[in-house]
């Protein structure tokens, strides 16, 4: 698809006109099925010593289907998948697109009042999970509609490729059909279901594969959680599109993953820049094999540009693309073109076919070129809205466009860099953590009188997480970090702590002066 000019078209969906791609597949179910036809004895995916056809892929998804079904679940059934890089995951997602199943990819990293939010929220009704974090599913109680359990691993009951007969006829799907839910924390503290169509998902798998000339049946490694939107829109299902080999790794660590693409002779990859920093920091890496890597993408946070200068010097071979985006906006939105990474490393890059973007003012009006406005991205790929939250729809969508949040420019040849977030927004190695979340937790402890969560830079994660917390009792760092953890991801948990028994810094209008706290 990459040497091909792609016929584009103007359509309606979810009340918008958006330019879409003309020829494309009806639905990732499709997608996928096509690749099977002409790749069934390719291998498609690599779990350690598990190595999977497109065939034995088809063959497991459909077997697993019929299991799906024969316990009730059907079109529109919300599935929780809370597990790790792993084939089960990938086989559990596309018996559920079979089936018409929205999926709800989960971090395996949460803990159990995260969990009990997102099932209740989505009305799951079965959890397939890993067997680690068992302890962490929340009792039948808290999640009433939950009816199935599948866990995943040593001691599991995952029994999913014996039983009834595979699957044999489909529903009927439609491209404005949800393909999951994802969700992204927000201001509000609490998380919201952003809703993937197959529509908008198709366009950006398609369009992140042209943009950034990924060939059929290259290798790859998902290094980033499959849980995740780049992980899932941006390198497992690329990577199917292509008929590719997927090579899964779990908990990310350099030395493996430079092992992994050696062995592997990996094509491309999708890394945060901290992940690429870890990997140029190994001791060995100049004997690592790595002539086949020829494509290496990146977001979630600013590529250093002592990091760019050591890649282009290393890996001169390797183009390099940057890749800006959103759950809301299916993933990619703005790519940057190859070639453009030596003199451009400090920009996103321009808005990928079929988005558009546009620079906004406060009062809702277009700046011009090199001015400093809020990113408002429109397309086929931004989502219809959230999981049943007409109240989170009305703020962050308006006349089809999404409102980022981010502050940003657009130069006159169509590049956009981000100049600063709206949102009181942390992103600690590609994870984002929204500072009001970890604030409303430490709140909650009864010696805590108010906190404030802010960033601070860190060569290697980008950023890390820092609280001001005033105290109006006995109570150490160690308490409020153990506190955290038992409510919040492991990367939300703030590193420093700053407790203090004097009030928090405001202006004369009360608003909380986070500059100075992060100075």
Same mark, same amino acid.
């Given at each position: 698809?990459?040497?091909?000019q792609?016929?584009?078209r103007w359509?309606?969906?979810?009340?918008?006109?958006?330019?879409?791609?003309?020829?494309?597949?009806?639905?990732?179910g499709?997608?996928?099925?096509?690749?099977?036809?002409?790749?069934s004895?390719?291998?498609?995916?690599?779990?350690g010593?598990?190595?999977?056809t497109?065939?034995?892929?088809?063959?497991?998804?459909?077997?697993?289907?019929?299991n799906?079904?024969?316990?009730?679940?059907?079109?529109g059934?919300?599935?929780?998948l809370?597990l790790?890089?792993?084939?089960e995951?990938? /086989?559990?997602?596309?018996?559920?697109?079979?089936?018409?199943a929205?999926?709800?990819?989960?971090?395996?990293?949460?803990?159990?009042?995260?969990?009990?939010?997102?099932?209740?929220?989505?009305?799951?009704?079965?959890i397939?999970?890993?067997?680690?974090?068992?302890?962490?599913?929340? !009792?039948?109680?808290?999640?009433p509609a939950l009816?199935?359990?599948?866990?995943?691993?040593?001691?599991?009951?995952?029994?999913?490729?014996?039983?009834?007969? !595979?699957?044999?006829?489909?529903p009927?799907?439609?491209?404005?059909?949800p393909?999951?839910?994802?969700?992204t924390?927000?201001?509000?503290?609490? %998380?919201?279901?952003a809703?993937?169509?197959?529509?908008g998902?198709?366009?950006?798998?398609?369009l992140?594969?042209?943009?950034?000339?990924?060939?059929?049946g290259?290798?790859?490694?998902?290094?980033i959680?499959?849980?995740?939107v780049?992980?899932?829109v941006?390198?497992?299902?690329?990577?199917l599109?292509?008929?590719?080999?997927?090579?899964?790794?779990?908990?990310?660590?350099a030395?493996?993953?430079?092992?992994?693409?050696q062995?592997?002779?990996?094509?491309?990859?999708?890394?945060?820049?901290?992940?690429?920093?870890?990997?140029l920091r190994?001791?060995d890496?100049d004997?690592?094999?790595?002539?086949s890597?020829?494509?290496g993408?990146?977001g979630?946070a600013?590529m250093?540009?002592?990091?760019?200068?050591?890649l282009a010097?290393?890996l001169?071979?390797?183009?390099?693309?940057n890749?800006?985006?959103?759950?809301?906006?299916?993933? !990619?939105?703005?790519?940057?073109?190859?070639?453009?990474?030596?003199e451009?490393?400090?920009?996103?890059?321009? !808005?990928?076919?079929?988005?558009?973007m546009?620079?906004?003012?406060?009062?809702?009006?277009?700046?011009?070129?090199g001015?400093?406005?809020e990113?408002?991205?429109?397309g086929?790929?931004?989502?219809?809205?959230?999981?049943?939250?007409?109240?989170?729809d009305a703020?962050?969508?308006?006349?089809?466009?999404?409102?980022s949040?981010?502050?940003?420019?657009m130069?006159?040849d169509?590049y956009?860099?981000?100049?600063d977030?709206?949102?009181?927004?942390?992103?600690?190695g590609?994870?984002? /953590?929204y500072s009001?979340?970890?604030?409303?937790v430490l709140a909650?402890?009864?010696?805590?009188?108010?906190?404030?969560?802010?960033?601070?830079?860190? %060569?290697?994660l980008?950023?890390r997480?820092?609280?001001?917390?005033?105290?109006?009792?006995?109570?150490?760092?160690?308490?409020?970090?153990?506190?955290?953890?038992?409510?919040?991801?492991?990367?939300?948990?703030p590193?420093?702590?700053?407790?203090?028994?004097?009030?928090l810094?405001?202006?004369?209008?009360?608003?909380?002066?986070?500059?100075?706290?992060?100075?």
């Open positions: 698809m990459a040497s091909k792609i016929a584009l359509e309606s969906h979810h009340g918008r006109v958006v330019r879409c791609i003309a020829d494309r597949p009806s639905t990732i499709a997608l996928f099925a096509s690749v099977v036809a002409r790749a004895e390719r291998t498609g995916l690599v779990d010593d598990c190595r999977l497109y065939g034995q892929m088809d063959e497991r998804a459909s077997c697993v289907a019929g799906l079904a024969a316990l009730g679940i059907g079109k059934d919300r599935v929780a809370l790790d890089n792993r084939w995951f990938m /086989v559990a997602m596309l018996a559920c697109i079979r089936l018409g929205i999926f709800v990819p989960m971090n395996f990293r949460q803990r159990m009042p995260e969990l009990a939010f997102a099932l209740n929220d989505c009305g799951a009704v079965m397939i999970h890993e067997a680690t974090m068992s302890g962490e599913i929340p !009792p039948d109680e808290e999640v009816r199935h359990r599948i866990t995943v691993g040593q001691g599991g009951n995952w029994s999913m490729l014996t039983g009834p007969a !595979p699957l044999a006829a489909a009927e799907i439609d491209e404005d059909d393909l999951c839910i994802l969700y924390s927000g201001t509000t503290g609490k %998380p919201k279901g809703v993937l169509t197959h529509l998902v198709i366009h950006n798998v398609l992140l594969v042209h943009h950034a000339a990924i060939g059929d290259f290798a790859s490694i998902l290094a959680p499959a849980s995740h780049a992980g899932l941006v390198k497992l299902l690329p990577s599109a292509v008929g590719g080999r997927l090579v899964m790794q779990r908990d990310f660590k030395s493996r993953f430079l092992e992994l693409a062995a592997e002779r990996i094509d491309w990859a999708i890394l945060v820049p901290a992940m690429y920093n870890l990997c190994e001791p890496f004997g690592y094999d790595l002539s890597w020829r494509v993408t990146f979630g600013p250093p540009e002592a990091v760019a200068k050591m010097a290393k001169p071979h390797m183009v390099m693309h890749i800006y985006g959103a759950t809301e906006t299916s993933a !990619p939105a703005v790519i940057l073109p190859s070639g453009a990474f030596s451009r490393s400090d920009w996103l890059g321009r !808005p990928i076919l079929c988005c558009d546009i620079v906004m003012s406060d009062d809702g009006r277009e700046l011009p070129r001015e400093a406005g990113l408002w991205i429109g086929p790929m931004v989502i219809p809205g959230y999981w049943r939250r007409p109240d989170a703020e962050a969508f308006v006349g089809g466009y999404w409102r949040g981010d502050i940003g420019v130069d006159e169509g956009v860099r981000v100049c977030r709206k949102k009181d927004m942390i992103i600690r590609g994870f984002k /953590v009001v979340e970890v604030e409303n909650s402890h009864p010696l805590v009188v108010e906190a404030a969560v802010t960033g601070y830079a860190c %060569p290697v980008g950023e997480v820092a609280a001001t917390v005033r105290v109006s009792g006995d109570v150490d760092v160690e308490a409020l970090r153990a506190f955290c953890a038992s409510l919040l991801s492991d990367y939300k948990i590193e420093r702590f700053e407790l203090i028994g004097a009030p810094p405001r202006n004369a209008n009360g608003k909380l002066q986070k500059m100075l706290l992060r100075k």
